[in-house]
């Protein structure tokens, strides 16, 4: 799973935050995507959250639009 896979390599979440963002991945990801688009998502939340958006309803909604919109 890519957001899973993002946070671990990055050494920096806890397990309560990686739950966080595994929750908002799977409300943001659709049947049919690529690995690609997935691993678009999993950026968008990771920086996102990084940015300090930490409420998971809207990290979900700030996540739907690509970056620096």
């Not at 049947?31 to 959250?49: C, D, F």
């Amino acid at each position: 799973m890519p957001i899973r896979r993002k946070a671990g390599d990055s050494g920096v979440f806890d397990p309560t935050e990686v739950a966080l963002l595994n929750r908002v991945f799977d409300r943001l990801k659709g049947e049919g995507q690529s690995e690609h688009q997935r691993e678009t998502i999993a950026s968008r939340i990771l920086a996102n959250y990084m940015a300090g958006v930490v409420d998971e309803d809207e990290l979900v909604s700030v996540s739907r639009q690509a970056l620096g919109r």
